[in-house]
């Protein structure tokens, strides 16, 4: 008897482990781990999906054991979805960050495959096979479940996938729909008797007679035949008339970067890069699963790096990761991947449709893409033969991922390195304090390229007090900015202009009352966008009119204040009227595409000013760009986050290595209400390694990160009381628990305590050792489970990259 391991779609904490069940005769073999099944669950038997991690073949002592198991019902899956390093790693990553591992498996898998879907299976033209021309007379795609095939059948089917007779493809019923054209398939069998029935004149009907008849078992693209002579919508509607065709539907293959790119030669390195590079590929060939990591300068050239060390994998048949933050806000990095690998290369983002990712992650898992450039989910991508991973711009935030399960893109990237025996490349102009400590420690391999390409010093960098009134024109633009800005104009460069914060005012004030539109559902006042005339909450997309009077005491005087990248766009259109400014931003790249278009539009010189928030300061490479305005610097300083300081530092350092990267030297204006603080200092001097010893010794007194450990529970209720009271019941079940030496920070509530009508608690757990801390939050993560039917939301936080 064979018996496999099923962790099923339920998450609770007794079903974290995996079910056994008894597979029937036909699919013993074909069974295998990784494939997705569907069984009977519960009292009820009802039909869920489940993830098969272990086959056991052969079990006869267990078999009078199993006489009670269940029979598992179908198999969803032709060919294993998660192979076995990674169903490995769903364990670790379940216990690591204490969630289910049903959601560490989703989480792997592209969203087509959590979502609602339909399995397909259709056979690859030509049909030959007698048992495919029978089962499929159409040759249409039919689900594969139990209603069309039984389990011998689909025994079979595994057979022909294996021999490339069949396909599969997942139909996605809400969401994502795989991208279809409408097609028409042939139902003549007898193709001369049709050509006499039609007139001799009518070349249309002629013309889509020919086509059938040399594809009589192909759908063909309706699309592609109305471009032909004759073929009128008319003319095909006339052959379904007759039944000599019937309207169908095939899948297209998305491609999401259709501009042909141009390929490039690798660079002659610089004799920082060149030390960089030997360094990591000796560990590529020895497959030392080295930390490298590679602190360079902004401009230093650590793309080159990436892709030289990426070569080297290649060259010994392995594969390449890159992971970059957000990679829809770097098109220039992909651009720069392709043009160097072509078509090997996958990319995955989140600016892709759930289709287009779906068909790049076939292309990984099927072996076709050997190199991968993409977001923090990437980091997942099924590449069976690991050479090298990279992570550019390391310290980025959105590294972590915010949702169950919490992990760290960082983590994953050096447990898979241990896996394949491959290095990793952490790249970072401002890498964060934990990994540069780490490689204090040599715990990491540092690498440095202190140098900007071309020996270009790196751009001066002006700070600006804006306390000083008399120094500012309108609320934002300093006499400083604006001068520079007319030079540069003047000269045919370019500047980029940083403001991090959306919209155009971020608070409406009424002056008689005091009172403070806010948002319903959260805690924290509505911007105003002109763009949509409405007032938005940034936290839960509440939209509602701009109020005329004050909603509180039908006061007139109402005062918008704080200003968002809308406003200042349309303050520095008037101050510089001649000046063509392009605004970059959530709301102005919601649209596909949008995002690169902005960025071309640029690249080709069709405007002067580039003004965003925060996704203009990384990774853009523009020529031309010899000014950096930092409009309000002060924008991240003020949250209450230990990491405040390390986010403005990043951020400033980032931007201000946008300006002077080519010949032209480059020029950066920081405006600031705090002139005195030692990040913007620090950041004016663009002296990274100075900021790390005088944050160590803050984040030493302070007893946080990296000196200390940090795991944060978040309690939620829909009453405040009750939010209270349960984080209060958590907190002493941990100080109960935990070791001795074990910091308890709070409860206390969230910095914004209500959002989308919930309340939040946070605790923060505090430690350097703590063997008991695992089995107590693994209590919280089993207590949480049964809370949730009561209202209220536990989350564990290991590492916490915010505190909002
Ligand atoms: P970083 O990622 O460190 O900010 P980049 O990789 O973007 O730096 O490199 C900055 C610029 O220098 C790019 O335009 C890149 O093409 C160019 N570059 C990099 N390495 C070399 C080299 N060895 N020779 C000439 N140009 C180079
Ligand atoms: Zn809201």
Redesign the pocket.
Known sequence: MTIAEIIVDVPTMQTNLPYSYVVPKELETKIQPGMRVVVPFGKGNRKVEGFVVKVDHDTEKAATATTQLKSLTSLMDLHPVVNTELLKLSQWLAETTYSFRISCLLTMLPNVMKAKYQTLVVPVAPVTDPWLLDHFPHQDAIPLDQDHFSNQELARLTELRKQGQVQIQYQVHNQAKPKTELAVLNQIQDFERCRESIRKNATGQLALLNQLERHPKTPLQQRTLVKQTGISPAVIKNFENRGWITKTTVEKYRNPEQHPIARDQP????TD?QHAVSTINAAVTDQQPTTFLLE???????????LQTIQRALDQDEQALMLVPEIALTPQMVT?VKRRFGDQVAILHSGLSNGEKYDEWRRINEGTAQVVVGARSAIFAPLQNLGLIIL?EEHDPSYKQSDNPRYHTRDIALWRAQYHHCPVIL?S?TPSLESRARAEKDVYHLLR?PE???GQQLPEIQVVDMTNALERTGDLFSNELLQALQATIDRHEQAVLLLNRRGFSSFMLCRDCGYVLKCPHCDISLTMHLDSHTMKCHYCGYETAIPTECPHCHGHHIRYFGTGTEKATQQLQQLLPQTRILRMDVDTTRKKGAHRRILQQFGAHQADILLGTQMIAK?L?F?DVTLVGVLNADTGLELPDFRASERTFDLLTQVA?RAG??EKAGQVIIQTFNPEHYAIQLAQRQDYEAFFHREMQLRHLAGYSPYFYTVLVTVSALKEKEAAAEAGRVSSLLHDNVAQTTEILGPTPRPIARIKNRYYYQIIVKYKHDRQLPAALNRIQAISQKEVRKGFRIAIDVEPQSFM
């Open positions: 660079k002659r390195l610089t890069q360079g300068v902004t401009g230093s050239g650590k793309t080159e790096v990436y720069r550019d790249g102009a390229l900007r390409i071309n990774g490479d020529p290595g990267r080519a």
